[in-house]
Nanobody, 126 residues
Framework: QVQLVESGGGLVQAGGSLRLSCAASGRTFSSLTMGWFRQAPGKDREFIAGIKWKLDATIYADSVKGRFTVSRDNAKNTVYLQMNSLKPEDTAVYYC???????????????????WGKGTLVTVSS
């Protein structure tokens, strides 16, 4: 079992930046694939970014590519999502996720992950 706790959400103006953090516990963090998803009001949850434990390979949704950066610190059991040039359409609850099955990042993009945090709200005002 993996426990995930997100932090760093809040209110920001369009064009601003936020950094989300997700602290993981319960399993060897360095062996987990980590990801970020979001769900806007009235919409389905969507994949945003993922990072493998191998070589720190990453993948991003087209909607955030070039603006968001996912990274991990295995010594701190933490994954980050740096969000720059935020837009009102980035407003959503952001969820941290983890998976221990070592599938491809494209698999997680389409099918999600096994473990989820409770989410943190990001609101971008225009």
């Amino acid at each position: 079992q993996v426990q995930l706790v997100e932090s760093g959400g809040g209110l920001v103006q369009a064009g601003g930046s936020l950094r989300l953090s997700c602290a993981a516990s319960g399993r060897t963090f360095s062996s987990l694939t980590m990801g970020w998803f979001r769900q806007a009001p009235g919409k389905d949850r969507e994949f945003i970014a993922g990072i493998k434990w191998k070589l720190d390979a990453t993948i991003y949704a087209d909607s955030v590519k070039g603006r968001f950066t996912v990274s991990r610190d295995n010594a701190k059991n933490t994954v980050y999502l740096q969000m720059n040039s935020l837009k009102p359409e980035d407003t959503a609850v952001y969820y941290c996720a983890a998976d221990a099955r070592d599938y491809s990042l494209s698999y997680y993009y389409h099918y999600g992950m096994d473990y989820w945090g409770k989410g943190t709200l990001v609101t971008v005002s225009s």
